[in-house]
């Protein structure tokens, strides 16, 4: 009879029905008594937890029927039990319900915590070089880049996807390690379009302290019905004295397609750790260099040409030049990439043993 109203409308009409007949009930006793009885009303409370309970009445009269709802207060953790004091409720049509009894009443719930969580046939994969460290430096104030890069992998999302605009959900456990707000999410774009191909989450290292947090990641399309996926994993803040780097072999190819001839050399720097490597085109052979990119971590690159004065001991006549800017395909979630963000390049490469091209050219006003 009631199927067409929602839950909230039946409870508030099962609600009136147990009220008139608790009345009527009474007024039937009351007529066989010398004095009428009258209802006595007792109080509801809550116990505070890692829930959240609404539409609970603040009192209420012995044997009426009592309805709420419960949910857990954020997304790391899930219900378990429901307590009317010592007695368990359980969830029905209407909600969780209990009959109250002739005392007062609290209100309680057990919550469990939610497991790390990882939809392996949803498009969302934490990126190939992730291991759940964010490595925190002993000195921020001397990094030119103080943040922290966690690459994210979109499986079989291409430019055909025509996505450009990205939702994201993205929260953290414990606000005192990391908070929700030093997280922010960058988004990746294929070469020939503004689609949306890939992203990173960036932590501003500034915000976050030595400890253990449970990150959560939710992707959507903001502009089609596709969606990505949902990730949930511990990360822990480490020093970066205990970083014992990953590395993998790259081997830089180099060529010179400036109007430069001499005196050129290519500055490497490690935006995580500020290592310095510096690359004189006139010391190589075959214009090649291997070097050995830490695993995660992405580095800024210039370029110039100076000549060196032997007498004063020092570098004169700077002419600062270019490079071509270039994107790998991404296949299988991979990002390899060398972009332009001012004067300097930032290349990132999560594909072992490649080779990579560094074409400079002159400077671009």
């Known amino acids: 009879m009631y199927s067409h109203l929602n839950k ?8 009136k029905i147990c009220y008139i007949l608790l009345i009527f009930l009474l007024a039937l006793v009351g007529c066989n008594n010398d004095e009428p009885t009258e209802p006595e009303t007792y109080k509801i409370s809550i116990k505070e937890g ?4 609404k539409n609970l009445a603040d009192e209420a009269l012995e044997g009426e029927t009592i309805y709420f709802d419960v949910s857990a207060d954020n997304i790391f953790y899930e219900i378990d039990k429901v307590y009317a004091n010592d007695e368990e409720v359980k969830e029905g049509g209407l909600g969780y319900s209990f009959v109250m009894p002739a005392s007062d009443v609290i209100v309680s719930c057990t919550v469990n915590e939610l497991d790390e969580y990882n939809d392996p046939n949803d498009r969302l994969e934490w990126g190939s070089s992730v291991d759940f460290k964010i490595y925190l430096p002993d000195d921020l104030a001397d990094l030119y880049d103080k943040t922290y890069e966690i690459p994210l992998s979109f499986i079989g999302i291409s430019s055909g996807n025509y996505m450009t605009i990205l939702k994201s959900e993205i929260k953290s456990k414990n606000e005192d390690i990391i908070p929700s707000d030093a997280i922010t999410i960058e988004k990746q774009t294929a070469s020939t379009s503004n689609s949306i191909i890939g992203a990173s989450l960036i932590i501003d290292l500034t915000k976050v302290k030595i400890g253990e947090t449970m990150l959560y990641v939710k992707l959507d399309s903001g502009n089609s019905s596709l969606k990505i996926g949902t990730l949930r994993a511990k990360f822990s803040v480490v020093p970066e004295s205990e970083y014992r780097p990953e590395t993998m072999d790259v081997t830089f190819e180099i060529e010179n397609n400036s109007d430069v001839t001499n005196g050129i050399f290519i500055n490497i720097t490690d935006n995580i750790t500020d290592e310095l490597t510096t690359i004189h085109l006139d010391d190589l052979e075959n214009n090649t260099y291997n070097f050995k990119y830490i695993v995660g971590h992405t580095y800024h690159i210039s370029c110039a040409s100076a000549t060196y004065n032997e007498e004063e001991g020092k570098y004169e ?17 991979a990002i390899n990439k060398l972009e332009r963000e001012g004067n300097l390049y930032y290349l990132t490469l999560t594909t072992p043993n490649i080779n990579v091209s560094l074409i400079i050219i002159d400077k671009i006003n």
């Open 50 to 53: 890692n829930y959240e309970i």
């Open 8 to 15: 909230f409308e039946r409870r508030d009409i099962m609600k």
């Open 317 to 333: 006549n700077m002419i600062s030049l270019d490079l071509n800017e270039w994107q790998g395909t991404n296949i299988g979630g």
